[in-house]
């Protein structure tokens, strides 16, 4: 079993920067995994980024990339998500999700979730 808690949600103006962390609960966290989601107000959950288990492997959504860094410390069982140049679409809740895989792309290839971080962005 994980137990993910994530932190760092908040408002900001656009253009701005936020930097989320999630912390895993649990042993053997350089096992799992580790993906961030979003999910926008009336819209289905989507995939942000993905990182593989040693971090040396990631992955991002298009409309993320060179914007978003995904990045982990297993010594810290943290899994971050720096965010800069924030637009207003990025307005959603973050979560955070481990998965028995090395990493990745879908919700449900992830075991185990986050109860999520708020972010806001505004105009």
């Known amino acids: 079993q994980v137990q993910l808690v994530e932190s760092g949600g908040g408002l900001v103006q656009v253009g701005g920067s936020l930097r989320l962390s999630c912390v895993a609960s649990?042993?053997?966290?350089?096992?799992?995994?580790m993906g961030w989601f979003r999910q926008a107000p009336g819209k289905e959950r989507e995939f942000v980024a993905a990182?593989?288990?040693?971090?040396?492997?990631?992955s991002y959504q298009d409309s993320v990339k060179g914007r978003f860094t995904i990045s982990r410390v297993n010594a810290q069982n943290t899994v971050y998500l720096q965010m800069n140049s924030l637009k207003p679409e990025d307005t959603a809740v973050y979560y955070c999700?481990?998965?028995?895989?090395?990493?990745?792309?879908?919700?449900?290839?992830?075991?185990?979730w986050g109860q999520g971080t708020q972010v806001t962005v505004s105009a």
């Open positions: 649990g042993r053997a966290f350089s096992r799992y995994g």
């Open positions: 990182i593989s288990r040693s971090g040396a492997v990631t």
């Open positions: 999700a481990a998965t028995e895989y090395s990493y990745g792309l879908k919700g449900y290839e992830y075991d185990y």
